[in-house]
């Protein structure tokens, strides 16, 4: 390709190409039809006629529900509470009940809702729903931790480009101690929104922001070292890791039982699931769960932190090597009547030239990623 501008513009534009078709795969793969698969339900009562009744059910939806029966409404409840079915369907013959938690999920909520609708309408009853889990007043779809996960999101995978790119020339130990503070400073704004704001958590906030920091501080990590190892690709790779694939995966919008299996998998072990998952038992569950959640929240930061010691002993096994090549080019551009002085001037200026080219263009590289993941 003939033209230099060109090429670099035509270069530049992989990045949104690829971000295009990633973000349409991820977000219409995950969002757009949401169906029911495996989802697990309840039906209370004891005897063989619940247990007839309960093999119904599960016969007419085939492998959209798992059905299973209880003896009594109490023990639902605890199921619901520890997030083990999504719903339980109390059969009446005066009255027919479905229990729910739409603090769990609110459209799992609604698939259950319609799923036994149906089955009180052929008994000529209408259906009482029953809420033993319901969300914040000031949050009341649920979703609200969901938009909270995106805006701790951001301003950790956008700080990479600042930590990494713009602070390449600092030692690493010197990034990390910055990183540390960037995620103290992106997790106290969350704990800001997510309490005196927006009024998301009317009790555990501190727990809140525990888990905004470590999740903020994995991200952070991981973006940092990568970037030794990556360069300006790095904002690429956070967006399919921390964008793509985990607000998909999240749990924020769908459980992971209305979502096909890729993205049910990733839930049981991605970061963001692991914050939505242990604010939720925090707020909600009084902390059902909680310990799994954050023990998935502190894996990601020491995959984080053991990333960023990898690019750190990268580095300084770079440095040497670095410095030997540029003392060798000054010898070299001094050559042997350097002592003489007359023939070493025009090489030390051009050196000096071709350094100052490098820099610039350095310093135009640091700009773009910047402005990129920014503007991303």
């Keep these: 390709m003939r033209s230099p501008a060109l090429r670099h513009v035509l270069t530049d534009l992989i990045t949104p190409l690829l971000m295009c078709l990633g973000m349409g795969l991820a977000y219409m793969g995950a969002f757009v039809t949401p169906h029911p698969h495996h989802l697990p339900v309840a039906v209370v009562g004891e005897g063989s006629q619940a247990k007839v009744f309960a093999q119904t059910v599960k016969d007419r939806a085939g492998d959209q529900l798992d059905v299973r029966t209880v003896a009594t409404r109490a023990q639902a409840v605890d199921l619901l509470k520890s997030r083990d079915v999504t719903g339980a369907y109390v059969p009446s013959a005066k009255a027919p009940e479905l229990v729910v938690a739409t603090a769990a999920s609110d459209m799992g909520a609604t698939a259950v809702e319609k799923v036994f609708t149906p089955v009180a309408a052929e008994q000529g009853r209408p259906l009482k729903v029953t809420d033993v889990a319901a969300p914040a007043a000031d949050d009341p779809t649920g979703q609200g931790l969901f938009f909270l996960l995106i805006a701790l999101s951001i ?33 106290g704004i969350g704990a800001l929104l997510a309490g005196p704001v927006f009024h998301l958590a009317h009790h555990g906030l501190a727990g809140v922001w525990g888990m905004a920091w470590l999740y903020s501080a994995g991200i952070l990590f991981i973006g940092v070292g990568l970037h030794t190892f990556l360069k300006r690709w790095t904002t690429l790779t956070m967006m399919v890791l921390f964008v793509m694939l985990n607000f998909t995966s999240s749990g ?116 773009e990623e910047t402005e990129e993941t920014v503007a991303v």
Excluded: I, K
């Design 252 to 367: 924020g919008l769908f459980r992971p039982e209305l979502q096909n299996g890729f993205f049910g998998t990733l839930h049981a072990f991605w970061n963001g699931a692991g914050f939505v998952e242990g604010a939720r038992s925090l707020l909600y569950f009084d902390g059902d769960g909680l310990a799994r959640t954050v023990w998935t929240l502190v894996v990601w930061l020491l995959l984080g932190l053991a990333v960023t010691a990898l690019a750190a002993a990268c580095e300084r096994l770079r440095a040497p090597a670095s410095h030997g090549a540029h003392a060798a080019g000054a010898h070299a551009a001094g050559g042997p009547h350097s002592a003489a002085g007359a023939p070493a001037a025009p090489a030390l200026r051009e050196s000096g030239a071709d350094g100052d080219a490098r820099t610039r263009e350095a310093a135009e590289a640091v700009e």
């Design 155 to 187: 301003g950790s995978y956008a700080s990479v480009a600042a930590l990494g790119a713009a602070g390449a020339a600092l030692p690493m130990r010197v990034r990390a101690l910055l990183t540390l503070g960037v995620s103290a400073v992106v997790s």
